[in-house]
C-alpha cells in the first residue's frame, strides 16, 4: 500500500492541468477498503510469481544481447571497419504494463529496440533479425507484422511473449545511457519510428506525472482487471487500451495526490460518469514543439474534430491514444462508468463489496439480437494472419453501420473470440445490436444492413496476404439461438439475468427517474459529494440538469465542488495555451451544436465533488457525430488480384468454454439534444426495442477470382423493429 504522505500539496499543485479536487490524507475506512481491494486483487491471482519474474528480467536480457550481435553483424555486412562494428550497438527498452509495473502473469512484454541509422527497418530489423530468431530454438511462434500502423514483430521467448518494435534514430551508435525521453531523439527521424519511440516517452511521462506511482500502479491494475471483466479493455474493436486506462487513471491521481486506491477507484468512477465529452482529458498542456512534428489540435485539423473520446499523450509529439472510440462504444463505456459509479457509492455505505464491481458483463443476456461473424483457414499459420487482419476490421463494421443507420442502430462488439473445439482453424466473434436509447420505433421502420455486411465483407478480402481457404461469413442471430459454446461450460444460463447484483427489471425500476422523458423535461438536479473536507476556492455553486444517462443524483451538499469541476474543465488546454473553451475552438471539438445551454466544460472533479452541470443534453458522441464523414470508412488496401475472392461457409457452431463479459440489459442514455436525424423521435412509453429477422438470403456463392470486375454484392442481413409492448400483448 502506499503511504498517504507521499506527495505533498505544493507538489500536487504542480501536476496536471488544475489544482487536485482534494488534498486531505485518507481516512481509517479508506485504509480498510484498500487493503481489501489488495486482498482481492492478490487473491484473483493478478501478480506474477517471483519466479516468473526472474524469467522475464533474464529473457530481456537475452533479447538485449541478441540485438547487439545483429547490430554488429549488420554494421560488418555493410562494409563498416572494426573499429566502428565494435561500437555499433543496439539497445532494448520496455514501456506499457510492464514498465509501469502492472503487468499480470503470462502477459505480453512491450519492447523497443532502438538501433543506429544504418540498420533499416525494412531489410535488417524484418530481415536480418527475423531470420537470427527464426533459426534459434527457443523462438516461437514469430511473426512480423510490417504494415501495422505501428510495425512489430511478435513472438515467445522460452514462452515468454514479446511484441518487440523498431526505431533507427539518427545516431551511427547508441550509447548504454540513451534517454529515449529527450526531444532530440526525434530528430531526423520517419514517422513509424517517432509512433515506436512514443511508447516508452509517454510511460515515462506518465510515471513523472502522477503524485505516488505506487497508489497510482495498484489502482490501474485495479481499472484493467475491472475493464476486463467488463468488456470494455480493447482499442481494436473500438474500447480503450492499456495506455488510455493509464492516461484516465493518472489524471484522477492529479485530482486527488493523496488518496489511497480505494478512493482513487471511487473517483473513477465519479469523474468519468460526468465527463462530458468530447473534451480531452490530458495530463499536461500540449505543446507544439520545436521540430514540427504534427500534435492532436482540432481546431486546425478536421480529422480530430471526429474524435469522440480523446485521451491526449503527455509526450511530444502529444496525440489522441483512444481515436478508435465510436459513438456505439462510447454509449457501453457510460453505460459502465454509470454502473461503476452506483456500486462505489454503495461500497461507502456497506452495501456492496469489491466483488460486484468485477461481476463479469453478462454480454449474450444483454441485448436480443447479435451479429455472428465466422472465420476459418486451412491451417495454423493461416488463421493466425487471418485472424488478426479480421480483427483490426470488425471496428470498421460497427462504423458502417453507424453511417448506414444514421446511429439509430448501435453495436456492441465482443472484444474476444470464440472457437469451436470440434472445428479446427475457425474462430467465431460477436456484436450486440440495439436501438439507440431515446428513439422512436415507427411501425414497419427496418435497418437493412444487408448492403453494409457486404460492404465490410469486401473491404476484408482486400488483405494483401489473402490465400485460398481464408473465408468470413456473417450473419443474425437471436439471444435464444446463440451458440451453446460460447457459455462457460456450454450451459445456457437461465433468465432472467442479474446485472450488477439486480435483475434487469429491478435495474429498470430503479432508473425508472432517470428516464428519457426525464431529460427532456430538463429536471434541474444537484450533484452529489462526499469529500468531507475541501478548501473553497470559487464561487457558488447553483443547481444544475441531469446528467448524461438523464439520472437524478443524490445531493449530498459541497459547493465547492461545483467552482472546482469547472476550473478543471475550463484547463484542457489546446496548444499554445489556448482554451478548448474559447469561442473559436468550442465549435470545432464537439461533434454538433448543443441542443440547451452550452457545456463544453471537461467535467473533472473537484474538491468538494460533483459539481451542479447543465448537462441538460449529451454532448457531441450522442447527438449527431453520424454526419461527421469518417474518413477510416474509406482507408481500404487496393488489391486487385483479392476483390473478387470472396467466398462464404455456413454450418452450425460448438465453442468451447469462455468466459462472459460485462453489462447493462438495453436501458439506455438518455437522448435529448438537436442534430438527430429526422426520422428519429424520443419513445413515449418508455418501451424496448426489439430486432425481428425478416429475412436471411443464402450466402453469396464464390466469385470467379480471374476478373478484376466486383460481381453484384448480395444482400445478406435486414433486421426490422417491432415494439416490445405490442410483440407481448401488453
Given at each position: 500500500?502506499?503511504?498517504?504522505?507521499?506527495?505533498?500539496?505544493?507538489?500536487?499543485?504542480?501536476?496536471?492541468?488544475?489544482?487536485?479536487?482534494?488534498?486531505?490524507?485518507p481516512?481509517?475506512?479508506?485504509?480498510i477498503?484498500?487493503?481489501e481491494?489488495?486482498?482481492?486483487?492478490?487473491?484473483?491471482?493478478?501478480y506474477?510469481?517471483?519466479?516468473?519474474?526472474?524469467?522475464?528480467?533474464?529473457?530481456?536480457?537475452?533479447?538485449?544481447q541478441?540485438?547487439k550481435?545483429w547490430?554488429?553483424?549488420?554494421?560488418?555486412?555493410?562494409?563498416?571497419?572494426?573499429?566502428?562494428?565494435?561500437?555499433?550497438?543496439?539497445?532494448?527498452?520496455?514501456?506499457?504494463?510492464?514498465?509501469l509495473?502492472?503487468?499480470?502473469p503470462?502477459?505480453?512484454?512491450?519492447?523497443?529496440?532502438?538501433g543506429?541509422?544504418?540498420?533499416?527497418?525494412?531489410?535488417?530489423?524484418?530481415?536480418?533479425?527475423?531470420?537470427?530468431?527464426?533459426?534459434?530454438?527457443?523462438?516461437?511462434e514469430?511473426?512480423?507484422v510490417?504494415?501495422?500502423?505501428?510495425?512489430?514483430?511478435?513472438?515467445?521467448?522460452?514462452?515468454?511473449?514479446?511484441d518487440l518494435?523498431?526505431?533507427?534514430?539518427a545516431?551511427?551508435?547508441?550509447?548504454?545511457?540513451?534517454?529515449?525521453?529527450q526531444?532530440?531523439?526525434l530528430?531526423?527521424v520517419?514517422?513509424?519510428?517517432v509512433l515506436?519511440?512514443?511508447?516508452?516517452?509517454?510511460?515515462?511521462?506518465?510515471?513523472c506525472?502522477?503524485?505516488?506511482?505506487?497508489?497510482f500502479?495498484?489502482?490501474l491494475?485495479?481499472?484493467?482487471?475491472w475493464a476486463?471483466r467488463?468488456?470494455?479493455?480493447s482499442?481494436?474493436?473500438?474500447f480503450?487500451?492499456?495506455?488510455d486506462?493509464?492516461?484516465?487513471?493518472?489524471?484522477?491521481?492529479?485530482?486527488y495526490?493523496?488518496?489511497?486506491?480505494?478512493?482513487?477507484?471511487?473517483?473513477?468512477?465519479?469523474?468519468?460518469?460526468?465527463?462530458?465529452?468530447?473534451?480531452?482529458v490530458?495530463?499536461?498542456?500540449?505543446?507544439?514543439?520545436?521540430?514540427?512534428?504534427p500534435?492532436?489540435d482540432?481546431?486546425k485539423?478536421?480529422q480530430?474534430?471526429q474524435?469522440?473520446?480523446p485521451?491526449?499523450?503527455p509526450?511530444?509529439p502529444?496525440?489522441?491514444?483512444?481515436?478508435?472510440?465510436?459513438?456505439?462504444?462510447?454509449?457501453?463505456?457510460m453505460?459502465?462508468?454509470?454502473?461503476?459509479?452506483?456500486?462505489?457509492?454503495?461500497?461507502e455505505?456497506?452495501?456492496?463489496?469489491w466483488m460486484?464491481?468485477?461481476?463479469?458483463?453478462?454480454?449474450?443476456?444483454a441485448?436480443?439480437?447479435?451479429?455472428?461473424?465466422?472465420?476459418?483457414?486451412?491451417?495454423?499459420?493461416?488463421?493466425?494472419?487471418?485472424?488478426?487482419?479480421?480483427?483490426?476490421r470488425?471496428?470498421?463494421?460497427?462504423l458502417?453501420?453507424?453511417?448506414?443507420t444514421?446511429?439509430?442502430?448501435?453495436c456492441?462488439?465482443?472484444?474476444g473470440?470464440?472457437?469451436?473445439?470440434?472445428?479446427?482453424?475457425?474462430y467465431?466473434?460477436?456484436?450486440?445490436?440495439r436501438?439507440?436509447?431515446?428513439?422512436n420505433?415507427?411501425?414497419?421502420?427496418?435497418?437493412?444492413?444487408?448492403?453494409?455486411?457486404e460492404?465490410?465483407?469486401?473491404?476484408?478480402?482486400m488483405?494483401?496476404?489473402?490465400?485460398?481457404?481464408?473465408?468470413?461469413?456473417?450473419?443474425?442471430?437471436?439471444?435464444?439461438n446463440?451458440?451453446?459454446?460460447?457459455?462457460?461450460?456450454?450451459?445456457?444460463p437461465?433468465?432472467?439475468?442479474?446485472?450488477?447484483?439486480?435483475?434487469?427489471?429491478?435495474a429498470?425500476?430503479?432508473?425508472s427517474?432517470?428516464?428519457p422523458?426525464?431529460?427532456?423535461?430538463?429536471?434541474?438536479?444537484?450533484?452529489?459529494?462526499?469529500d468531507s473536507?475541501?478548501?473553497?476556492?470559487?464561487p457558488?455553486?447553483?443547481?444544475v440538469?441531469t446528467?448524461?444517462a438523464?439520472?437524478?443524483?443524490?445531493?449530498?451538499?459541497?459547493?465547492?465542488?461545483?467552482?472546482?469541476?469547472?476550473?478543471i474543465?475550463n484547463?484542457a488546454?489546446?496548444?499554445?495555451?489556448i482554451?478548448c473553451?474559447?469561442?473559436?475552438?468550442?465549435?470545432?471539438?464537439?461533434c454538433?451544436?448543443?441542443a440547451g445551454p452550452?457545456s463544453?466544460?471537461?467535467?473533472?472533479?473537484?474538491?468538494?465533488?460533483?459539481?451542479q452541470l447543465?448537462?441538460?443534453?449529451p454532448?457531441?458522441?450522442?447527438v449527431s457525430?453520424?454526419?461527421?464523414?469518417?474518413?477510416?470508412?474509406?482507408?481500404?488496401?487496393?488489391?486487385?488480384?483479392?476483390?473478387?475472392?470472396?467466398?462464404d461457409?455456413?454450418?452450425?457452431?460448438?465453442?468451447?468454454?469462455v468466459?462472459s463479459?460485462?453489462?447493462?440489459?438495453?436501458?439506455?442514455?438518455a437522448?435529448a439534444?438537436?442534430?438527430?436525424?429526422?426520422?428519429?423521435?424520443?419513445l413515449?412509453?418508455?418501451?424496448?426495442?426489439?430486432?425481428?429477422?425478416?429475412?436471411?438470403?443464402?450466402?453469396?456463392?464464390?466469385?470467379?477470382?480471374?476478373?478484376?470486375?466486383?460481381?453484384?454484392?448480395?444482400?445478406?442481413?435486414?433486421?426490422?423493429?417491432?415494439?416490445?409492448?405490442?410483440?407481448?400483448?401488453?
Open positions: 500500500m502506499g503511504s498517504p504522505g507521499s506527495s505533498n500539496s505544493a507538489t500536487a499543485q504542480r501536476l496536471g492541468l488544475s489544482d487536485p479536487i482534494f488534498t486531505g490524507g481516512t481509517e475506512f479508506d485504509v477498503k484498500t487493503r481491494l489488495e486482498k482481492f486483487l492478490a487473491d484473483v491471482g493478478l506474477e510469481s517471483q519466479e516468473e519474474a526472474i524469467k522475464r528480467e533474464e529473457v530481456l536480457g537475452r533479447l538485449d541478441i540485438v550481435i547490430v554488429k553483424n549488420i554494421s560488418r555486412a555493410k562494409g563498416f571497419n572494426e573499429q566502428l562494428v565494435q561500437e555499433a550497438n543496439a539497445k532494448i527498452f520496455t514501456f506499457g504494463s510492464y514498465r509495473g502492472v503487468h499480470g503470462g502477459a505480453d512484454i512491450d519492447t523497443l529496440c532502438v543506429p541509422r544504418h540498420a533499416t527497418r525494412d531489410e535488417d530489423f524484418f530481415g536480418q533479425l527475423y531470420k537470427m530468431l527464426a533459426e534459434m530454438p527457443e523462438i516461437q514469430l511473426h512480423p510490417p504494415d501495422a500502423h505501428v510495425p512489430v514483430l511478435k513472438f515467445k521467448f522460452s514462452g515468454v511473449s514479446i518494435l523498431y526505431a533507427n534514430v545516431l551511427w551508435a547508441i550509447p548504454e545511457d540513451l534517454d529515449v525521453s526531444d532530440s531523439i530528430e531526423n520517419d514517422e513509424q519510428t515506436s519511440l512514443n511508447g516508452c516517452r509517454v510511460t515515462d511521462q506518465i510515471l506525472l502522477v503524485p505516488n506511482i505506487q497508489n500502479c495498484t489502482t491494475r485495479c481499472m484493467r482487471f476486463k467488463r468488456g470494455v479493455y482499442d481494436v474493436t473500438g480503450l487500451g492499456g495506455i486506462w493509464a492516461l484516465l487513471v493518472a489524471r484522477i491521481c492529479q485530482l495526490p493523496n488518496a489511497l486506491p480505494s478512493m482513487l477507484v471511487s473517483r473513477f468512477f465519479r469523474v468519468y460518469n460526468l465527463w462530458r465529452w468530447p473534451n480531452p490530458m495530463l499536461c498542456p500540449i505543446q507544439e514543439g520545436s521540430l514540427g512534428l500534435v492532436w482540432p481546431r485539423k478536421f480530430d474534430r474524435h469522440l473520446m485521451i491526449i499523450t509526450a511530444y502529444c496525440m489522441n491514444s483512444s481515436y478508435n472510440v465510436s459513438t456505439s462504444t462510447l454509449r457501453v463505456m453505460d459502465e462508468f454509470q454502473r461503476g459509479n452506483e456500486i462505489c457509492e454503495s461500497m455505505k456497506n452495501k456492496a463489496g460486484t464491481l468485477f461481476e463479469p458483463f453478462p454480454f449474450f443476456e441485448y436480443r439480437n447479435y451479429l455472428q461473424i465466422d472465420i476459418e483457414a486451412e491451417n495454423d499459420d493461416d488463421l493466425r494472419k487471418w485472424k488478426g487482419w479480421i480483427e483490426s470488425i471496428r470498421q463494421l460497427t458502417k453501420i453507424e453511417r448506414d444514421k446511429s439509430m442502430l448501435q456492441h462488439p465482443h472484444p473470440e470464440f472457437s469451436d473445439k470440434s472445428r479446427p482453424f475457425h467465431c466473434y460477436f456484436m450486440g445490436l436501438r439507440k436509447a431515446g428513439t420505433a415507427q411501425e414497419g421502420e427496418q435497418f437493412d444492413i444487408r448492403l453494409t455486411v460492404e465490410f465483407k469486401h473491404s476484408v478480402f488483405y494483401h496476404s489473402w490465400s485460398r481457404g481464408m473465408l468470413i461469413h456473417v450473419c443474425h442471430v437471436r439471444r435464444k446463440i451458440p451453446l459454446f460460447v457459455f462457460p461450460g456450454g450451459i445456457r437461465p433468465q432472467p439475468t442479474k446485472v450488477a447484483g439486480e435483475t434487469l427489471s429491478t429498470k425500476t430503479k432508473r427517474s432517470g428516464s422523458d426525464a431529460a427532456m423535461n430538463g429536471k434541474k438536479i444537484k450533484l452529489d459529494e462526499v473536507g475541501t478548501n473553497s476556492r470559487g457558488q455553486c447553483h443547481a440538469e446528467d448524461h438523464g439520472l437524478p443524483v443524490e445531493t449530498r451538499a459541497n459547493e465547492q465542488f461545483e467552482a472546482d469541476v469547472e476550473n474543465s484547463n488546454i489546446c496548444p499554445e495555451n482554451s473553451r474559447d469561442q473559436e475552438v468550442e465549435g470545432s471539438v464537439r454538433s451544436p448543443p452550452s463544453s466544460s471537461s467535467l473533472s472533479l473537484s474538491a468538494g465533488e460533483e459539481k447543465n448537462t441538460e443534453q454532448s457531441g458522441p450522442f457525430c453520424h454526419h461527421s464523414p469518417l474518413k477510416e470508412l474509406d482507408d481500404l488496401e487496393n488489391d486487385a488480384g483479392l476483390t473478387n475472392q470472396v467466398h461457409f455456413g454450418g452450425t457452431m460448438k465453442v468451447g468454454p468466459q463479459l460485462t453489462a447493462k440489459e438495453e436501458g439506455g442514455i437522448e439534444g438537436k442534430g438527430v436525424g429526422s426520422s428519429s423521435k424520443f413515449q412509453n418508455g418501451g424496448l426495442e426489439e430486432l425481428e429477422p425478416i429475412e436471411l438470403t443464402a450466402p453469396i456463392s464464390n466469385v470467379a477470382s480471374t476478373s478484376t470486375s466486383v460481381a453484384p454484392m448480395k444482400p445478406l442481413i435486414r433486421l426490422n423493429f417491432t415494439s416490445l409492448t405490442k410483440a407481448t400483448g401488453q
